[in-house]
């Protein structure tokens, strides 16, 4: 079944009606946080960086029920948006000014910085370029890099940085991943990594959602934000 474009706008503010419920109870227990956080995060922050700060915030409030999923930056800005999510860790692409450009709807803090590292075969060549889906903040910069080396980009679209790997081991594919995830991985004997750009990941939610669990995130994130 697909939604009408009436039906995507009612759902929205369906989604918005019952975060506002759920903001409305938490608010009847402001020093004891509870009820649901519903978290999104890129594949790289999931990987690297979240394993033991979840550990620490459900240690800190345990009767906040988190679930978390994982998603491209466009998609998971999109889930804040429409209410889907209450927040996520994102890779905002940079505006006209060279800020990040984030939707005036949502309110965003930079959380960790990151290098991001271009691994490609060390045997010169075309490249394909390995990457999520459209919408990774990071598959724009590294077909940004490759589309100034060669006159075509074609890319190939994988699931998993060991996919990715997978691909560059190969022979024929190049590809873009944090040195945060790259560490925790095996590097191909064939493949070379080298630093490109650096990144930013940024928390974002929706301006005025001040539910207590999401306040505690807020706390612990910017308590830990590092490099």
């Known amino acids: 079944m697909v939604l009408s474009p009436a039906g995507v706008q009612f759902l929205s503010y ?38 033991p700060l979840l550990t620490r915030f ?13 998603q491209p930056t466009r998609q998971l800005t999109e889930g804040v948006l429409t209410a889907a999510l209450d927040a996520a ?28 590292m271009l691994v490609r075969p060390q045997t010169p060549g075309p490249l394909r370029f390995a990457a999520f889906a459209s919408g990774c903040s990071y ?17 190939h679209e994988v699931n998993s940085y060991h996919s990715m790997l997978a691909c560059v081991a190969s022979g024929r ?10 560490s925790l991985m095996t590097l191909p004997e064939n493949c070379l ?12 939610w929706r301006s005025g959602l001040s539910a207590p669990a999401l306040s505690e995130w807020r706390k612990l994130l910017q308590s830990v934000a590092i490099g």
């Open 58 to 70: 459900q240690q800190q409030c345990p009767q906040v029920d988190i679930t978390l999923i994982t």
């Open 14 to 51: 369906a989604r918005r009606i019952l975060s506002l419920a759920e903001e409305a109870k938490q608010a009847l227990h402001p020093t004891t946080p509870g009820g649901s956080l519903r978290l999104g995060a890129m594949e790289a922050t999931a990987a690297s960086r979240l394993p």
């Open 193 to 204: 990594s080298e630093p490109l750009c650096e990144a930013t990941t940024q928390l974002i």
């Open 139 to 155: 598959r724009a910069l590294g077909e940004r890099w490759l589309a100034e080396q060669q006159a075509a980009v074609e890319v």
């Open 89 to 116: 860790l994102v890779c905002l692409p940079p505006g006209a000014d060279g800020q990040p450009a984030c939707p005036a709807e949502l309110a965003f803090t930079p959380v960790f910085y990151e290098t991001l």
């Open 173 to 182: 594919y190049a590809c873009l991943l944090p040195e945060s995830v790259l």
